[in-house]
């Protein structure tokens, strides 16, 4: 464990030096949610005071953008597809072959350094964009929901991580995976809470999205803080998350493998 250790302390340091890119990406992240509270705004202005959507008053409408907002800081995967994919391609990955360095393990650690150096960095405009909607925030449901909110964060993180892990693998096979990439992210971005709450959705569609990692790749964790989740549905949407964590990591091992074997065979 000492060697991954290092690998997080090294991962810092070098994220340090971009500490101003953090700054200005958070700052720009910020204008599209912007968009979205106003459109919000109006909608609900149109509708009349005190009117609900899907059982969202207009408050708890602009706090879930809120904890998209946070969330987003601490458990999106940055560039880290891209790096895995670049290693790939640029012959990297070579000297893991020879070491006793688990790669998915390596880059997990570099991911975690990524998101706590990112935390630093965006805490203070977060803050302040926390700060101009103050009226809006709300404490958690209950002390059980911000407990298993906590939790529900760290398995968000680690299944962002495991799937564009699995997603980056198909360098091995492809020379440019930028498309898939996008892809990737446009659903996610659609089917796990980013644009609307899920609940918005007809009931037939909710169901079938439960059968994808999407919901659990935001939806669940701000759920389970804003009170939807409750009580058994608290241990559910856990359940889900860690299931859906399993399977990723599975498949990413799985992928790890097959291209190995697909990259020693052509002389990598």
């Known amino acids: 464990?000492?060697?991954?250790?290092?690998?997080?302390?090294?991962?810092?340091?070098?994220?340090?030096?971009?500490?101003?890119?953090?700054?200005?990406?958070?700052?720009?992240?910020?204008?599209?949610?912007?968009?979205?509270?106003?459109?919000?705004?109006?909608?609900?202005?149109?509708?009349?005071?005190?009117?609900?959507?899907?059982?969202?008053?207009?408050?708890?409408?602009?706090?879930?953008?809120?904890?998209?907002?946070?969330?987003?800081?601490?458990?999106?995967?940055?560039?880290?597809?891209?790096?895995?994919?670049?290693?790939?391609?640029?012959?990297?990955?070579?000297?893991?072959?020879?070491?006793?360095v688990d790669y998915l393990w390596y880059r997990l650690c570099l991911f975690f350094s990524g998101r706590l150096t990112f935390v630093m960095m965006a805490g203070v405009p977060l803050a302040v964009f926390v700060f101009c909607f103050r009226g809006y925030f709300v404490p958690p449901a209950s002390g059980l929901a911000m407990v298993a909110f906590v939790g529900s964060l760290v398995l968000t993180a680690l299944l962002q991580f495991f799937l564009s892990y699995a997603m980056a693998m198909l360098a091995f096979w492809i020379l440019e995976i930028s498309t898939f990439i996008f892809i990737l992210f446009a659903f996610e971005y659609l089917a796990s809470g980013h644009l609307f709450p899920l609940d918005m959705l007809p009931p037939a569609l909710q169901h079938v999205l439960w059968f994808t990692p999407f919901p659990s790749m935001l939806y669940v964790p701000i759920s389970i803080y804003m009170g939807k989740l409750a009580g058994n549905g608290i241990a559910l949407g856990l359940l889900t998350q860690l299931f859906w964590v399993l399977v990723m990591y599975a498949l990413a091992r799985f992928m790890w493998r097959r291209g190995i074997k697909h990259y020693s065979a052509f002389g990598g």
């Open 1 to 100: 464990m000492k060697k991954y250790w290092h690998v997080i302390g090294i991962g810092i340091q070098s994220n340090l030096t971009y500490r101003v890119n953090y700054l200005t990406r958070t700052l720009f992240s910020f204008i599209p949610l912007f968009a979205m509270l106003s459109l919000w705004r109006t909608i609900y202005a149109a509708n009349g005071a005190g009117h609900q959507l899907s059982g969202y008053t207009q408050a708890q409408m602009i706090f879930y953008y809120m904890m998209v907002a946070i969330v987003d800081v601490f458990t999106a995967v940055n560039e880290d597809d891209w790096q895995i994919a670049a290693d790939i391609r640029e012959g990297n990955i070579s000297q893991f072959l020879l070491k006793p």
